[in-house]
């Protein structure tokens, strides 16, 4: 399980990152915006998140593999 505070940064950094890449490249970049929000969503109702396993499967500090 990780800390809330790392899965926010990573969900921050994606969505500003998929912005300033859908201004820059594509608009299809904004398709990656919405997956990130979507996954904020369910995860909030099912407390699963995919990124915190993959987290924890890396070893990164605040999280450990379930």
């Given at each position: 399980?990780?800390?809330?505070?790392?899965?926010?940064?990573?969900?921050?950094?994606?969505?500003?990152?998929?912005?300033?890449?859908?201004?820059?490249d594509?608009?299809?970049?904004?398709?990656?915006?919405?997956?990130?929000?979507?996954?904020?969503?369910?995860?909030?109702?099912?407390?699963?998140?995919?990124?915190?396993?993959?987290?924890?499967r890396?070893?990164?500090?605040?999280?450990?593999?379930?």
């Open positions: 399980m990780c800390d809330d505070a790392v899965i926010r940064r990573f969900a921050g950094t994606f969505v500003l990152l998929s912005l300033a890449l859908a201004v820059v594509s608009r299809w970049w904004l398709a990656f915006t919405a997956f990130v929000g979507l996954n904020l969503l369910q995860s909030s109702f099912t407390k699963f998140c995919p990124l915190e396993r993959v987290l924890g890396f070893g990164l500090a605040g999280c450990r593999p379930r």
